[in-house]
C-alpha cells in the first residue's frame, strides 16, 4: 500500500516538472529575446537572448552582433515613431519607438545599422513583437535611448570610440532585462537622465 502510494507521488513530481517546464518554454518563444514578462521586468523583454546575440560594445547605445539573420524585438508595448532605410547610419537602416506602459512609458529607443524589414511609422508593436530583422555583418545593430526625432541622445557631444552616460544607462535597462552587454554600465540610472556624454 505504501509502495503504490510513493509511486503515485512521484508520477505527480514528474507530471508538475513536465507542466513546468512546458510553461517556461511557452513563456519564452519570442525569437528575440527571453521574452518573459514579470514584475521585476515592469511587461519588458530581454530583446538579447545571449544564445543568440554577441554582446559588444557601450558607445552612444549598446551594440550587439547577431549570431545569424535574426528578429529584433520591441522591449515593450510600443508605437514606432520612425523608421528609415536611407539613414546615416552604417548600413542605412534606422528604426525608433516610444514606450507606451511601464515605468519606462514615454521614452524613445532607436535601433539602427544592419537591419532590413523595418516596421513602418505608426505601427503599434507589443513587447516581444518584431520590429526589424538583424543581419549578422560586422558592425550588427546599436540600440539606446532616443530623443523625440529619435536621434541618439549622445550625438551631440560624441565622439567615436566614447563610452557615454547615455550608452551606460541604456546598458543598465538591457542588463537588468537579463541580456548580457559586452562593457560593464557602471553605477547609473536605467533611465535615459542626467548627463548625455
Known sequence: MLGARIKAGITALWVAAAFVVAASASAGASDGGTSTRSKESKGYVNPFNPRRWYAGRIDMG???????????????????????????????????????DGDHAGNFVYVAEQLKRLAPKGTRVQAGQRIATALPRSSG????????????RAAPCYSEGMKTHSGREMARFLRNLGAEVGDRPG???????GKRC
Open 62 to 100: 549598446v551594440d550587439y552582433v547577431p549570431h545569424r539573420r535574426h528578429r529584433v524585438v520591441a522591449i515593450g508595448d510600443a508605437k514606432i515613431m520612425g523608421a528609415s532605410s536611407h539613414s546615416g547610419w552604417p548600413g542605412g537602416h534606422f528604426v525608433y519607438y516610444k514606450l507606451l
Open 141 to 152: 545593430l546599436e540600440i539606446g535611448w532616443a530623443n523625440r526625432r529619435g536621434d541618439p
Open 187 to 193: 553605477r547609473v540610472s536605467d533611465q535615459p537622465s
